[in-house]
T-cell receptor, first 116, second 113 residues
Framework: DTGVSQDPRHKITKRGQNVTFRCDPI?????LYWYRQTLGQGPEFLTY????????KSRLLSDRFSAERPKGSFSTLEIQRTEQGDSAMYLC??????????????FGPGTRLLVL | AQTVTQSQPEMSVQEAETVTLSCTYD???????LFWYKQPPSRQMILVIR??????QNATENRFSVNFQKAAKSFSLKISDSQLGDAAMYFC??????????FGGGTRLMVKP
């Protein structure tokens, strides 16, 4: 069990550019979550997947944001036409949802985005 | 919408002493889960302890225990025998059937040697 991994760990981009982040969940975890955390604040929910289906999206997820989990394994989060307000830590978490188990979300190290 | 409030932005404790971090939440649900997560500086968030709302018994994990008061919607974390490695941001989080976690604003815990 290697834990949740995220790539890249850091990203600096210029305003207006597109960026894409990747998350690899713990193997056999069927749920995958994306959160955003700004400096000094708690994480805020963005979206989540059960297998390949995107089941819920926050109002925070504007139409510049898109997330995919095409084969029910890794996920990507793309931000188009980045704005300075997008600067934050983007956290991925995964969990196993199954009958008789306690569902707990395990977090990755995050991708820190800075938009100049 | 559910909200989670951590009223202590910073707390300080002497090594080997006990400290309690506060958390209150607002919900109209009866079935939900509560969590404390720890986020060390520049490191990833890890689960400290969880509590199911239907359980009356307070959860305990080694030096970490909670005081869950369902009627008061309060969920505090007690850390006994504090160690230098306990220094971190601590986040209280709530989850109901909606699956997503709602986090409080965090409490920064400093441990003095």
């Amino acid at each position: 069990d290697t834990g949740v991994s995220q790539d890249p760990r850091h990203k600096i981009t210029k305003r207006g550019q597109n960026v894409t982040f990747r998350c690899d969940p713990i193997s056999e975890h069927n749920r995958l979550y994306w959160y955003r955390q700004t400096l000094g604040q708690g994480p805020e929910f963005l979206t989540y997947f059960q297998n390949e289906a995107q089941l819920e999206k926050s109002r925070l997820l504007s139409d510049r944001f898109s997330a995919e989990r095409p084969k029910g394994s890794f996920s990507t989060l793309e931000i188009q036409r980045t704005e300075q307000g997008d600067s934050a830590m983007y956290l991925c978490a995964s969990s196993l949802q199954a009958a008789g188990t306690q569902e707990t979300q395990y977090f990755g190290p995050g991708t820190r985005l800075l938009v100049l | 919408a559910q909200t989670v409030t951590q009223s202590q932005p910073e707390m300080s404790v002497q090594e080997a002493e006990t400290v309690t971090l506060s958390c209150t939440y607002d919900t109209s649900e009866s079935d939900y889960y509560l969590f404390w997560y720890k986020q060390p500086p520049s490191r990833q968030m890890i689960l400290v302890i969880r509590q199911e709302a239907y359980k009356q018994q307070n959860a305990t994990e080694n030096r970490f225990s909670v005081n869950f008061q369902k009627a008061a919607k309060s969920f505090s974390l007690k850390i006994s025998d504090s160690q230098l490695g306990d220094a971190a941001m601590y986040f209280c989080a709530y989850r109901d059937a909606g699956n997503m976690l709602t986090f409080g604003g965090g409490t920064r815990l400093m441990v003095k040697p």
